[in-house]
């Protein structure tokens, strides 16, 4: 037998953490592939995350109400030889001569921008992203464009309606833009997801670009329209007349 250790994955939306809402299972629990696992909660949401493998919990990691960090381990199962993706326990003195090495199922992640790291709000911003698919499993892209002051998503997608399927290189080409924000650092976030949202593999600081958004159509001299040049929502609503 094998342990596996489930991770807190990235849901996207610029989600950093998540609170443990409710756990589905308890220690000498059997769970099934795809079977109800735990309750996610985090400021936007309340995700059912199911479970992406079949097996025995053996560890509560993190507590109800607890809270944890992307790629944070939340949960300890026994599965089948083969399965696991934590090196087996070992007595001290082999551990000492060799560490058992887990392979990872995506490895490689690289994140490159394409386009100037500093844009007007008219410009386009592209970008490419690459991985290698270590084992025969399914794959997704999530990514968003995060406000580094502010802590929220300004843009973001995903490619699960494009899932991955084989081992090999894989590379994507995404193209958009930011016509209605202004004066705003932006970090380019990516995440691999499996299946059932587990998380593969996270672009960490150094492997996610900045962007920096300014408008350079207004006059410095302009308060009123530096002051309201940010924004998220274009205007669409409506003004009725009721006295003039």
């Known amino acids: 037998m094998s342990k596996y250790q489930f991770k807190l994955p990235d849901i996207g939306e610029g989600i950093a953490e998540g609170t443990i809402g409710e756990w589905h299972v308890k220690p000498g629990d059997k769970v099934e592939v795809d079977g109800d696992l735990v309750q996610i909660e985090n400021d936007k949401s309340v995700e059912e995350i199911p479970s992406p493998v079949s097996g025995t919990v053996t560890k509560i990691l993190v507590e109800e109400g607890e809270t944890a960090e992307v790629g944070q381990p939340l949960i300890e199962l026994e599965v089948a030889e083969g399965e696991g993706n934590v090196a ?62 502010r802590r929220i998503w300004m843009y973001n997608d995903n490619a699960t309606n494009i899932p991955t399927t084989g081992t090999g290189h894989k590379s994507y080409r995404y193209t958009c833009s ?20 587990e998380m593969y593999a996270f672009a960490n600081s150094e492997n996610s670009p900045l962007i920096v958004v300014n408008r350079d159509d207004i006059p410095l001299d302009d308060l009123s329209a530096l002051d309201s040049a940010t924004g998220i929502i274009q205007r669409n609503g409506k003004w009725d007349i009721l006295s003039e």
């Open 88 to 149: 087996d326990d070992a007595p001290a003195a082999e551990t000492e001569k060799e560490e058992k090495k887990v392979e990872p199922y995506v490895d490689n992640l690289t994140v490159e921008l394409l386009t100037p790291n500093k844009i007007r709000p008219t410009d386009k911003i592209e970008f490419e992203i690459s991985y290698d698919v270590l084992k025969d499993v399914e794959t997704h892209i999530v990514f968003s464009l995060t406000d580094i002051d």
């Open 178 to 197: 930011l016509g209605q924000v202004n004066n705003m650092k932006l970090r380019l976030e990516v995440t691999i997801l499996g299946k059932s949202k």
